[in-house]
């Protein structure tokens, strides 16, 4: 199938193709991209367990992250790829000037779930590398840092604790509390400034429901919110069955108490929340971005911060990373900035180097899996030499 066609199919579309080439039979030549002990670069970080796993499968070297280190150098990267068969890729830029000095390489396996924020994908498939993705590994962790970060802007969680650290020492003299209950009269009382807003009954807004938003759903739904969800690739009869409301982007931000947003990044995609879609959300709602910063134009956004256009955002991503300490969103006191922190958990690791595992396992067997680019298995001469 062309490249370009197979990309702008829907991802429903997409998903039926993989699967179909999934199971294909194992004694397909033209999916034995790999056989034997096929020669391994790591450079991820990986469970100890998974490691051992991938010795008894490969000959497997470690470098960088994958040795305990940190990222690893990108000479020592282009002169360690030279000999690889198959790349176990971490966060480093995998792009066309690396992969050209890998000629014996056949695959990549990506921790991400999104492989192209670091690989160059078109390019791995011009040169028949078949790159592979994980499944799973970050879903609850982003869906529960969303919660979190709903909690803290609609609790103000974080001018809370601020407040309690540096109030004035002669605030907790006497008639300043009302039974323990009440701290100060007027403006001086925090119960006051720190007003909170309740989930229960509330309107949440998913933008993009793939896994992550399928999660996101999930948990949100246990504080008795209705959930609504933007995404024109999902089925409309499949969200209902997940009793989730399917509407347009403009329904959605009008009807949102709390917008978050976890659509991939693509041309259709950047700079989808702008001055436009926020003049549409209402005085007293949030913004959550958990997925990519292009997502959002910041700098409509600033503005609209400024004008008190809505109540607040959440941002774990940035148009430039890391930011400034100066970085008007950073800095904004309507906005619970976070270090691009949302899917580090203890779990994770553990979780990517299991599909790692079990994607090097499909493809020795002859059954790729989790192909970001199937179309790699249609063309010529991919059995193996």
């Known amino acids: ?22 199971s294909m039979p194992i ?8 056989s034997g002990r096929p020669r391994v670069l790591a450079t991820a970080d990986l469970s100890p367990e998974g490691i051992a796993s991938l010795r008894e499968m490969s000959e497997l070297k470690l470098l960088g992250w994958a040795a305990g280190e940190w990222f690893c150098d990108r000479k020592q990267l282009m002169d360690a790829i030279a000999e690889a068969e198959v790349v176990i890729a971490g966060y480093e830029c995998f792009d066309e000037a690396l992969l050209a000095a890998a000629p014996q390489l056949r695959v990549i396996l990506s921790v991400r779930s999104a492989p192209e924020a670091n690989i160059d994908v078109a390019a791995a498939t011009a040169r028949g590398i078949a790159v592979l993705h994980t499944v799973g590994r970050t879903d609850h962790g982003v869906a529960e840092f969303t919660v979190a970060l709903a909690l803290g802007l609609t609790r103000h969680l974080i001018p809370a604790g601020a407040w309690i650290r540096s109030r004035p020492s002669d605030f907790d003299a006497g008639e300043g509390f009302y039974h323990g209950t009440v701290w100060g009269r007027g403006a001086s009382s925090p119960q006051l400034a720190f007003t909170g807003m309740e989930l229960h009954g509330r309107t949440l807004g998913i933008v993009g429901f793939g896994a992550i938003g399928r999660v996101v759903a999930e ?4 504080f008795g919110m209705s959930i609504i969800a933007h995404d024109p690739y999902v089925d409309i009869a499949e969200l209902k069955t997940l009793g989730v409301e399917p509407v347009s982007l403009d329904q959605l931000l009008a009807r949102s108490a709390i917008v978050t947003l976890h659509a991939r990044l693509s041309t259709q995609t950047r700079g989808m929340i702008g001055a436009d879609q926020l003049d549409r959300m209402g005085r007293g709602a949030y913004l959550i971005n958990t997925g990519r910063a292009g997502l959002i134009d910041t700098g409509a956004l600033l503005r609209a911060l ?11 991503v940035f148009d430039t990373e890391p930011p400034s300490a100066r970085d008007p969103l950073v800095t904004h006191p309507r906005v619970l900035a976070t ?25 020795l067997a002859g059954k790729p899996g989790n192909l970001s680019n199937p179309e790699v298995l249609t063309m010529a001469g991919r059995t193996v030499r």
């Open 1 to 22: 199938m062309n490249r370009q066609l197979f990309r702008s199919l829907p991802r429903t579309a997409k998903t039926a193709i993989i699967r179909f080439i999934s």
């Open 27 to 34: 004694n397909a030549d033209a999916i034995r991209l790999v």
């Open 219 to 222: 948990k949100f739904s246990g």
């Open 306 to 316: 400024d004008r008190e256009q809505i109540a607040g955002a959440a941002l774990d």
């Open 339 to 363: 270090p691009h922190i949302a899917a580090w958990t203890e779990e994770m690791r553990v979780r990517h180097t299991r599909s790692i595992v079990q994607n090097l396992q499909r493809l």
